[in-house]
């Protein structure tokens, strides 16, 4: 309560002050001059004032020549015995005019005590906007008094994360069940993993199961322009979760405010760092904030302080991973619970063609097969409907309107029929799903390729193979069209990136040999802004050959390939001309013709 009174009284302050101010400004500007009294009755008897206002014992004066001024006199009764008699003979010949007594207020002060009243709601609404009357340093957590209607069997594709958190869970409905054996309930939990993976999803599950107040807050939220404020908002927001435990504090985004300290170009004693000191003491210090568990998510954990990370703090580390086959499909039963399918959808067939698609990504699939259902008039999602919504996600909505000419399109016909050649020919995992000219979104075309298994690592021949895959489009344009065009640069890119990771990150070079070049590709400034690279120019030569040497050895390969299977080539990207778009049973009908034409000249 004194925290707040003394809050109050410093706006209170702030408000006076901003009144004094702007009363001296107004005062300054709209400043008019003193006039004697005896210089008063000169003017008026020697007819030099046009216009005089009366407002109690103050006048004021127009004069002829031009200018204003304020004249104090002793009373009316007294000025009228002095200059009455003149002042009638002017008003009555019309050279003076006489404005009627006006109240001892002005307009002035009027205007004065309006603006006041201007500021003070201002200040009141704004400080009600920022949480209430505790204004800047209140916490902004919001308390969700109401038991959630998201459960954990409403989340699927995370089983290894509901289990860790269904501990917690335990801990918070029978927590003696673990004291009695000595056990510590934990002080927090961190979510990790990629975004759209449902770490706030988990979150809201785990208050829902547990039937305690739940807290909920984002990271960025605690730091403001003003020093000080945030470890305000931590001190508060521990304040209101001490009277409501066992309770659950939800903090998303947790690297907004728990980087690394000293990590700056300003210093370490910015808002930010005392925010996470302030988080640091009311976590592990020595205040008693038994009951209450921290659950924290974030993309970044990499970034975070190890202060933060220590047991005693976040005592555990929950990794929310992409989901799998079998949790794409249970993700896809989710989202599809409200919607009406056709009988001919096979949600494991779209769990299989959206390898690492999270369930954000699955969610937004569902709801986009959707739309374009209703768009087309369909009583129910189609396949075709799931596919169309796959690809405008994936790549880009289709462009219609797009006018191409024939030379582009026999350009992009080879490039795609290069793209899907190649991976039908070299990758054993992965087969071609469709291929098209069509423009979706930038691209000129795409090859769609589905692997046949999710994968938790790449070999060395797997990364050989994705690069023969890039450079499949522009080896076909070389063989085909004796020209190169700029369609390939996306490929190239990628082709690139894969060979740079080859050499720098996995140690696949057999020249510079098991060494990690890698430093993270973390872009902080302040922390290693002054250091140079862990390796040399000569070193940093050596990994451009080597790079180099990978994607010019893969693209000879590619075009031997595309040579010895000419056909083939030219089969498909006819195709791909007379039809635009071709699935994968007509793509194989090129690969039957040339197997026959073999046969047959055998024969």
Same mark, same amino acid.
């Given at each position: 309560?004194?925290?707040?009174?003394?809050?109050?009284?410093?706006?209170?302050?702030?408000?006076?002050?901003?009144?004094?101010?702007?009363?001296?400004?107004?005062?300054?500007?709209?400043?008019?001059?003193?006039?004697?009294?005896?210089?008063?009755?000169?003017?008026?008897?020697?007819?030099?004032?046009?216009?005089?206002?009366?407002?109690?014992?103050?006048?004021?004066?127009?004069?002829?020549?031009?200018?204003?001024?304020?004249?104090?006199?002793?009373?009316?009764?007294?000025?009228?015995?002095?200059?009455?008699?003149?002042?009638?003979?002017?008003?009555?010949?019309?050279?003076?005019?006489?404005?009627?007594?006006?109240?001892?207020?002005?307009?002035?002060?009027?205007?004065?005590?309006?603006?006041?009243?201007?500021?003070?709601?201002?200040?009141?609404?704004?400080?009600?906007?920022?949480?209430?009357?505790?204004?800047?340093?209140?916490?902004?957590?919001?308390?969700?008094?109401?038991?959630?209607? @998201?459960?954990?069997?409403?989340?699927?594709?995370?089983?290894?994360? +509901?289990?860790?958190?269904?501990?917690?869970?335990?801990?918070?409905?029978?927590?003696?069940?673990?004291?009695?054996?000595?056990?510590?309930?934990?002080?927090?939990?961190?979510?990790?993993?990629?975004?759209?993976?449902?770490?706030?999803?988990?979150?809201?599950?785990?208050?829902?199961?547990?039937?305690?107040?739940?807290?909920?807050?984002?990271?960025?939220?605690?730091?403001?322009?003003?020093?000080?404020?945030?470890?305000?908002?931590?001190?508060?927001?521990?304040?209101?979760? +001490? +009277?409501?435990?066992?309770? *659950?504090?939800?903090?998303?985004?947790?690297?907004?405010?728990?980087?690394?300290?000293?990590?700056?170009?300003?210093?370490?004693?910015?808002?930010?760092?005392?925010?996470?000191?302030?988080?640091?003491?009311?976590?592990?210090?020595?205040?008693?904030?038994?009951? *209450? *568990?921290?659950?924290?998510?974030?993309?970044?954990?990499?970034?975070?302080?190890?202060?933060?990370?220590?047991?005693?703090?976040?005592?555990?580390?929950?990794?929310?991973?992409?989901?799998?086959?079998?949790?794409?499909?249970?993700?896809?039963?989710?989202?599809?619970?409200?919607?009406?399918?056709?009988?001919?959808?096979?949600?494991?067939? @779209?769990?299989?063609?959206? @390898?690492?698609?999270?369930?954000?990504?699955?969610?937004?699939?569902?709801?986009?097969?959707?739309?374009?259902?209703?768009?087309?008039?369909?009583?129910?999602?189609?396949?075709?409907?799931?596919?169309?919504?796959?690809?405008?996600?994936?790549?880009?909505?289709?462009?219609?309107?797009?006018?191409?000419?024939?030379?582009?399109?026999?350009?992009?016909?080879?490039?795609?029929?290069?793209?899907?050649?190649?991976?039908?020919?070299?990758?054993?995992?992965?087969?071609?799903?469709?291929?098209?000219?069509?423009?979706?979104?930038?691209?000129?075309?795409?090859?769609?390729?589905?692997?046949?298994?999710?994968?938790?690592?790449?070999?060395?021949?797997?990364?050989?193979?994705?690069?023969?895959?890039?450079?499949?489009?522009?080896?076909?344009?070389?063989?085909?069209?004796?020209?190169?065009?700029?369609?390939?640069?996306?490929?190239?890119?990628?082709?690139?990136?894969?060979?740079?990771?080859?050499?720098?990150?996995?140690?696949?070079?057999?020249?510079?040999?098991?060494?990690?070049?890698?430093?993270?590709?973390?872009?902080?400034?302040?922390?290693?802004?002054?250091?140079?690279?862990?390796?040399?120019?000569?070193?940093?030569?050596?990994?451009?050959?080597?790079?180099?040497?990978?994607?010019?050895?893969?693209?000879?390969?590619?075009?031997?390939?595309?040579?010895?299977?000419?056909?083939?080539?030219?089969?498909?990207?006819?195709?791909?001309?007379?039809?635009?778009? *071709?699935?994968?049973?007509?793509?194989?009908?090129?690969?039957?013709?040339?197997?026959?034409?073999?046969?047959?000249?055998?024969?």
């Amino acid at each position: 309560m004194k925290n707040r009174f003394t809050g109050i009284g410093v706006w209170l302050a702030l408000i006076i002050a901003i009144y004094l101010i702007y009363s001296l400004a107004v005062n300054l500007i709209t400043a008019t001059p003193d006039m004697d009294y005896s210089d008063f009755v000169k003017a008026v008897k020697s007819h030099q004032i046009s216009e005089i206002t009366v407002a109690g014992n103050d006048v004021t004066v127009k004069l002829i020549q031009g200018g204003e001024a304020n004249v104090e006199i002793p009373s009316l009764e007294t000025m009228q015995q002095d200059v009455g008699k003149e002042l009638n003979e002017q008003m009555t010949d019309g050279t003076l005019k006489q404005v009627a007594h006006e109240s001892n207020i002005s307009w002035l002060a009027i205007s004065n005590i309006l603006s006041t009243v201007i500021i003070i709601a201002f200040m009141v609404i704004f400080l009600g906007r920022r949480g209430g009357g505790g204004g800047f340093t209140k916490s902004t957590a919001r308390l969700v008094y109401d038991k959630p209607n @998201i459960t954990f069997r409403n989340m699927a594709g995370a089983d290894e994360a +509901k289990r860790e958190l269904e501990e917690v869970v335990e801990f918070l409905k029978n927590p003696s069940k673990f004291t009695a054996l000595g056990a510590r309930i934990p002080k927090g939990v961190l979510l990790v993993g990629s975004p759209g993976t449902g770490k706030t999803l988990l979150a809201k599950a785990v208050a829902g199961e547990a039937n305690v107040p739940f807290f909920t807050m984002s990271g960025s939220n605690f730091v403001e322009l003003y020093v000080g404020v945030g470890a305000s908002r931590v001190r508060d927001l521990f304040a209101q979760a +001490k +009277k409501c435990k066992p309770c *659950i504090v939800f903090i998303d985004e947790i690297d907004a405010v728990g980087r690394q300290r000293g990590a700056g170009m300003g210093g370490g004693n910015d808002e930010r760092e005392q925010t996470l000191n302030q988080l640091l003491v009311e976590m592990d210090g020595f205040g008693d904030n038994d009951g *209450i *568990i921290i659950i924290a998510a974030t993309n970044r954990p990499d970034v975070l302080d190890p202060a933060l990370l220590r047991p005693g703090r976040f005592d555990r580390r929950v990794v929310v991973d992409m989901p799998d086959l079998k949790g794409r499909e249970a993700i896809l039963k989710v989202h599809s619970e409200n919607k009406p399918l056709a009988p001919e959808v096979d949600l494991l067939e @779209i769990a299989r063609a959206t @390898i690492g698609y999270s369930g954000a990504n699955l969610e937004n699939l569902m709801n986009e097969a959707a739309i374009l259902a209703a768009n087309r008039n369909h009583t129910q999602i189609t396949r075709l409907d799931i596919e169309d919504a796959n690809l405008k996600v994936m790549i880009g909505a289709e462009s219609r309107s797009r006018i191409i000419n024939d030379k582009e399109k026999k350009l992009t016909a080879y490039h795609e029929a290069g793209h899907a050649v190649i991976t039908r020919l070299v990758s054993g995992d992965t087969h071609v799903h469709k291929v098209s000219i069509m423009p979706r979104g930038r691209a000129g075309g795409f090859t769609l390729s589905v692997p046949e298994e999710d994968k938790q690592y790449t070999s060395k021949n797997e990364m050989l193979t994705r690069i023969m895959e890039l450079l499949g489009g522009r080896a076909a344009e070389d063989l085909t069209l004796d020209d190169i065009s700029t369609g390939a640069s996306n490929d190239l890119q990628r082709a690139t990136e894969i060979a740079r990771q080859m050499v720098v990150k996995y140690g696949m070079s057999e020249l510079l040999g098991p060494v990690s070049y890698d430093d993270g590709g973390e872009v902080f400034i302040g922390r290693d802004f002054a250091q140079s690279k862990a390796y040399s120019e000569k070193t940093a030569a050596d990994i451009d050959g080597e790079v180099k040497k990978i994607l010019t050895q893969q693209y000879s390969k590619t075009k031997q390939i595309l040579t010895d299977n000419m056909a083939v080539l030219n089969c498909v990207a006819k195709k791909l001309i007379d039809k635009e778009t *071709i699935d994968n049973s007509e793509f194989e009908e090129c690969f039957n013709i040339s197997k026959g034409g073999e046969e047959n000249a055998d024969n």
